[in-house]
């Protein structure tokens, strides 16, 4: 059973940055596409980041591009988010999920079979 477990996240002033990780344990992440999710208070859950872990397609939602940067590491069997320029409408949980890749990456939650606990991340002054 594959399991996800984020860390990483916690408080920052808006301008500054955060590194999110995935780390999996069970199956090798070489057949899965992982991706990054946050929920808002209030708002639904929307997708971030992807990327196939084996042939590292990647893919992000409009609001983060060119701040945002998702990763691996095969190695550690670990997934990255890498956040720069923090604003405050960037507060959220910030979830990773993993499917299996089947060719295709996706930003659409219900697609994903697995899930971490998820790890909070606010961007206050």
């Known amino acids: 059973q594959l399991q996800l477990v984020e860390s990483g996240g916690g408080a920052v002033q808006p301008g500054g940055s955060l590194r999110l990780s995935c780390a999996a344990s069970?199956?090798?992440?070489?057949?899965?596409?992982i991706g990054w999710f946050r929920q808002a208070p209030g708002k639904e859950r929307e997708g971030v980041s992807c990327?196939?872990?084996?042939?590292?397609?990647?893919n992000y939602a409009d609001s983060v591009k060119g701040r945002f940067t998702i990763s691996k590491d095969n190695a550690k069997n670990t997934v990255y988010l890498q956040m720069n320029s923090l604003k405050p409408e960037d507060t959220a949980v910030y979830y990773c999920?993993?499917?299996?890749?089947?060719?295709?990456?996706?930003?659409?939650?219900?697609?994903?079979?697995?899930w971490g606990q998820g790890t909070q991340v606010t961007v206050s002054s």
């Open positions: 990327i196939s872990f084996t042939f590292g397609r990647t």
């Open positions: 069970g199956p090798s992440l070489d057949y899965y596409a």
């Open positions: 999920a993993a499917k299996l890749y089947g060719g295709q990456i996706s930003l659409l939650p219900h697609v994903y079979d697995y």
